[in-house]
């Protein structure tokens, strides 16, 4: 449901996690919080204004449907304390909540390869989820070495945004689908002023092209070998992700493109560039369909799935979305898991879906959505990306989120500088796979 995630990767808790849990997972489990005669759910949430709103609407439905339960809910901030270290303090006081969901997927993962949260399987059964039934490109994304820790709260996608009646004006049919194809329409979309840009045709790494499984996906560039634990960044088809990003800078004046996209406002803002018209095509969530309705209800605009690499994998792209999460020492595995699940309900997804065009794991959930009765387009390109076989969650692994950050950090690298690619890419792969190693040693 929520907007694009700053995935910031908490190295110091992470290496402090598997000595502190050894001692805050040994205690003996106590019984669940009682109040009123009802079990209590101790849930934590990320997130205020609307989305708060929303998520306390929810919290009232379930203790309708189950009035055995008590949700007790509180707001921590920074991804519900996963981006802070509230999260890992609490785990280490033993005073934790229930249940928390987070709006930072990547360095939850981290923090269950490393011992943080209760397996959830046993609850699982014992509320009856069907795995057969959900996402296939989701479950692996639930698991670590075979165990279940996280059950994902909604499925986003990355969606190709571009302006219809710029396309049009340009003699553009569609959408482009190849990376080549987008190059050429970026081109012929761009409108200069002498040596300035006023219109770029399209910025890679505006958006969500700025997070590092955005392009390496859509290139099919492998970056972890889950079957040896091997990180693989340093990789030609990893190379060609940066080096593709930089000749989009080197053709427009890298410090003019610099001094351009700084001045760009933010997804939620009518300052936007794809509302401004000053970019014909962006990288985006499902979720900024809402924007463009708040800001820029009349700019004439369509959705397509991200260009690629390879034609064979087109349509699909690197699932995303909040999850949820028992932390260790937990005492109400149950009832936690039991919530998680009702948020896959039909009133629940559809009222997700109705505003933010995303998706539960459920395929069959789908029929429902009163978008999908009414035909919109923009639902139907995520329905197919969401479920295409090929879509699944970028690079598992233990230190998916510090790859994450370092790629991030090295994006604005490779596309301002003349630093060698490779090279650099060498030694960011040599940096991760000393810590995996370590961390599972």
């Known amino acids: 449901m929520m907007k694009e995630k ?43 204004g609307d989305s708060e709103v929303w998520d306390k609407w929810r919290m009232a439905e379930f203790e309708k449907l189950y009035p055995e339960y008590v949700i007790e809910a ?22 934790v909540p229930d249940i928390v969901v987070s709006d ?26 069907d795995p057969s039934r959900a996402n296939q490109g989701l479950l692996p994304y639930m698991k670590w070495d075979g165990v279940t820790y996280i059950y994902p709260q909604n499925t986003d ?11 049009r004006e340009a003699g553009l049919n569609g959408p482009p689908k190849t990376i080549e194809e987008l190059d050429a329409y970026a081109e012929k979309l761009t409108v200069r002023n002498g040596q300035d840009v006023t219109r770029y045709g399209f ?75 000053k970019v014909a095509m962006t990288a985006i969530g499902n979720w900024f369909c809402e924007a463009l309705r708040q800001y820029a209800p009349d700019i004439e605009y369509a959705v397509a799935p991200l260009p690629v690499a390879d034609p064979a994998i087109y349509g ?37 879906n109705r505003v933010w065009r995303s998706l539960g794991i459920y395929r069959d959930s789908v029929e429902g959505l009163s978008l999908y009765k009414a035909g919109d387009p923009v639902l ?45 890419l060498k030694d960011i792969e040599a940096s991760l796979q000393s810590q995996v190693d370590r961390m599972l040693r």
């Open 74 to 95: 509180t707001y921590v901030p920074e991804g519900a304390g996963v981006r802070n270290g509230k999260l890992m303090a609490a785990i280490n006081s033993g005073d």
């Open 157 to 167: 996608v990355t969606l190709l945004f571009y302006r219809a009646d710029l396309l």
């Open 203 to 277: 910025i890679p790494w505006l958006d969500a092209g700025a997070d590092p499984s955005t392009w390496t996906f859509q290139f099919n560039a492998d970056v972890y070998d889950e079957s040896t634990n091997k990180v693989t960044l340093a990789n030609a088809q990893v190379a060609k992700v940066y080096e593709w990003q930089r000749g989009y800078a080197q053709k427009a004046d890298p410090e003019r493109m610099r001094s351009f996209t700084s001045a760009l406002g933010a997804a939620f803002s009518p300052d936007h560039a794809f509302m401004q018209g």
């Open 380 to 424: 139907k390109t995520c329905i197919d990306i969401t479920f295409n076989p090929h879509s699944s969650v970028w690079a598992l692994s233990p230190v998916t989120a510090e790859m994450d950050d370092k790629l991030r950090s090295f994006t604005d690298v490779a596309i301002y500088s003349q630093t060698d690619i490779v090279s650099s």
């Open 6 to 48: 700053k995935l910031v990767f908490l190295c110091a808790a992470v290496a402090l996690l598997s000595f502190s849990l050894v001692f805050a997972g040994c205690s003996k489990k106590e019984a669940a919080s009682v109040s009123g005669g009802k079990t209590v759910i101790k849930y934590w949430y990320p997130w205020g």
């Open 316 to 352: 699909s792209c690197a699932l995303a979305g909040n999850v949820f999460f028992v932390p260790k020492g937990a005492k109400n595995i149950v009832g936690a898991v039991l919530f998680a699940n009702f948020c896959q309900s039909a009133a629940i997804v559809e009222d997700n």
């Open 104 to 129: 930072a997927p990547t360095q939850s993962y981290a923090l269950a390869t490393q011992g943080a949260f209760e397996p959830i399987d046993d609850a699982l059964k014992e509320i009856g989820f």
